[in-house]
C-alpha cells in the first residue's frame, strides 16, 4: 500500500538540525509548506538515541543551542536529556511537531528535471507501507552517522569473553554495573563521559586506549553568568555576552592550535597535569598529533581526572592482544580483569540515513559531491544537506546554513525562480572532505568514501570559521554568479 503527498519543502531528519531548518522556514516567512520525515519515534536525533550513563553535549550551550532560541539553562555541558527537551520544546514553541511524520525511513530521494521537483520514496516501519512524497526542495538533516549501527571491530576472543559486551550507541536499559568491574574501549568524547558517570557505581571502570586524545575541563556551570546575575543584568544580555564571548575563545584556540600548535600543545597538557596530579602518568594525556588534527574532548569539572584521583577509575594505553575469559589481555602482557566491555569506538559515517539519491535517472554518490558554501550540493538541483562545525559547535553552523537556504527561498520567491542548481568546475575540485585534510580521527578517516567534498576555493572550501561564515552565508549576496536560477518568465 502506498499514499502520496506534496509539500514544498521536505526536510529528512527531526534532530537538531531539522528542528533548526523547520524554524528558520517559519521565522524567515518564506510562506513555503514544509515536512519532516523522522525514522525514530520521537524528536532528537543523536539526542534521543544515545543514552549511556552521563551522556551530555561536548559544545557549550550558548553556542549549542539554537541562536533565535537562547539556552538560558546555568550548564556549561548539558546532559542528554536536558538538550533532548529542549528540541521538543522548539518543536511545540514553532508548531514543527505536527509536521513531524515519525517511523519514516527515506529509502530513495529522485529529482526530474522534467517535471521540476522531488519524489521521495519512505516505508513506514510500524505498518511497512510505503508513502510517496513529492517536494519541489529537499533537505539532508541526519547528521553524518548510520543510526543502525556504531563502528565496532571484531576483537580476538571475544567469544572466550562470558561477560557483557556493549556498545554505547544501543546501551541496553536495563544493564546493570553496580559493583562490577568495567572497561571502557576508547578514548573519545564517548569513553571520556562514561568512566566518571559509571565509576560512581561500578567496582572499577579502566579506560582502555590504543593512543591518548587531547582533553580540556571546562566548569560546569558559567561563573560569568553568575556574576552577571547577581549584578541584575537581563537574561538575554547575559546570553549575548555568554555567547559571543565563547565564540570568540573557540575561534581563537582553534586558529592558535593552527598557527602554532606547540604552544596550544602546552597550554592543554599544563592544565591537565594541574588535574591529574603526579599519581598519573601523563603518557596517557600526551597525544602524538598537534591539537585540533582531532576534535577537542571537554570534561565538565574535571570529573575524568577526579574520577581518576579517587582510584576508581583508572586508564591504560596500549593495545588489545585478545579477549579473555577473564577480560583483556594486552600487547604488553598485561590482564585487564572485566565483567562489562564497552566498545566505545566510535561511529560508522553515513550520509542521508543512507538512502539512495538519483538525478534524472542518474546515480548521485555523496562522495562525488561537493557543497557549494558548505550547504548545497554540486549538481544537484534544489538540494541542501545540513553538516554542522567539527571545530566548534554544531548549531552554529547549521543556524547559518538555515538561514541561508531560507534567504536562497525567499529570493527565488521574489523574482519567480522555480529551481537552483550550483554547478561546479573541474578545475575547482579536489579529493579532500568537507571535514578537513586535518582532521585525522579514525570515524572520519573511515567515512572518506562517503563524505562529501570541498573544492579549491571559495565557494567551494569550507571555512570552518564562524565569523567568516556569517559574511559568506548570511550576509553576501545570494546571486554570485555561480549560483544558477531558472524558471522565471
Known amino acids: 500500500m502506498s499514499r502520496e503527498r506534496h509539500t514544498d519543502v521536505l526536510i529528512v531528519g527531526a534532530g537538531l538540525s531539522g528542528i533548526d531548518v523547520a524554524a528558520h522556514l517559519l521565522r524567515e516567512d ?29 559544545s557549550d550551550m550558548y553556542t549549542f543551542g539554537y541562536g533565535f532560541r537562547p539556552w538560558h539553562g546555568t550548564s556549561v555541558l548539558s546532559d542528554g536529556a536536558e538538550i533532548r527537551r529542549y528540541l521538543v520544546d522548539t518543536a511545540d514553541e514553532y508548531g514543527i511537531t505536527e509536521k513531524i511524520h515519525f517511523g519514516r525511513k527515506v529509502v530513495q530521494a529522485s529529482w526530474s528535471g522534467a517535471t521540476g521537483q522531488w519524489t521521495v520514496t519512505a516505508v513506514d516501519e510500524a505498518t511497512g507501507d510505503t508513502e510517496i512524497w513529492t517536494s519541489t526542495f529537499l533537505v539532508g538533516a541526519t547528521g553524518y552517522y548510520n543510526y543502525d549501527h556504531g563502528y565496532r571491530p571484531d576483537f580476538p576472543g571475544e567469544h572466550d569473553f ?104 602546552q597550554i592543554l597538557l599544563r592544565a591537565v597535569r594541574a588535574q591529574v596530579g603526579s599519581r598519573v602518568d601523563m603518557k596517557h594525556f600526551t597525544p602524538r598529533y598537534d591539537p585540533w588534527d582531532q576534535r577537542l574532548c571537554v570534561v565538565p569539572n574535571g570529573d575524568l581526572f577526579a574520577a581518576l584521583r579517587s582510584g576508581r577509575a583508572s586508564i591504560v594505553t596500549d593495545r588489545i592482544e585478545r579477549f579473555t575469559a577473564d577480560g583483556i589481555r594486552l600487547a604488553s602482557g598485561e590482564e585487564l580483569p572485566a565483567d562489562i566491555v564497552v566498545v566505545a569506538t566510535g561511529l560508522e559515517v553515513q550520509m542521508l540515513g543512507g538512502a539512495r539519491i538519483v538525478v534524472d535517472g542518474r546515480d548521485v554518490a555523496t562522495h562525488d559531491a561537493t557543497l557549494y558554501k558548505g550547504t548545497l550540493v554540486s549538481d544537484v538541483p534544489n538540494a541542501m544537506i545540513v553538516l554542522g562545525y567539527t571545530n566548534a559547535s554544531w548549531t552554529l553552523k547549521a543556524d547559518l546554513a538555515s538561514a541561508y537556504f531560507c534567504r536562497v527561498l525567499n529570493l527565488m520567491r521574489d523574482r519567480g525562480y522555480t529551481r537552483f542548481v550550483a554547478h561546479i568546475a573541474a578545475a575547482d575540485r579536489t579529493d579532500e572532505s568537507l571535514m578537513g585534510a586535518a582532521l585525522s580521527s579514525g570515524y572520519i578517516r573511515r567515512g572518506d568514501a562517503v563524505m562529501p567534498r570541498q573544492g579549491r576555493r571559495a565557494p567551494w572550501k569550507a571555512l570552518d570559521d564562524y565569523p567568516r561564515d556569517i559574511r559568506y552565508l548570511r550576509n553576501a549576496p545570494v546571486e554570485d554568479g555561480v549560483l544558477e536560477f531558472s524558471g522565471a518568465d
Open 30 to 58: 518564506t510562506g513555503r509548506s514544509f515536512a519532516l520525515l523522522e525514522r525514530r519515534r520521537a524528536i532528537g536525533g543523536t539526542w534521543d538515541l544515545f543514552r549511556y550513563p552521563g551522556i551530555r553535549s561536548d
Open 162 to 265: 562470558p561477560g557483557e559486551i556493549v556498545h554505547p550507541q544501543h546501551w541496553p536499559a536495563d544493564l546493570d554495573y553496580r559493583d562490577r568491574r568495567v572497561v571502557v574501549i576508547g578514548s573519545g568524547a564517548t569513553a571520556i563521559t562514561l568512566v566518571p558517570a559509571m565509576a560512581r557505581d561500578a567496582a572499577h571502570v579502566t579506560m582502555l586506549q590504543r593512543s591518548p586524545t587531547y582533553i580540556a575541563s571546562l566548569p560546569r556551570t558559567d561563573p560569568m553568568a553568575g556574576v552577571l546575575r547577581r549584578l541584575r543584568m537581563s537574561k538575554a544580555a547575559t546570553y549575548r555576552l555568554g555567547r559571543a564571548r565563547n565564540i570568540a575563545l573557540q575561534q581563537a584556540f582553534y586558529k592558535l592550535s593552527r598557527a602554532q600548535p606547540a604552544v596550544a600543545r
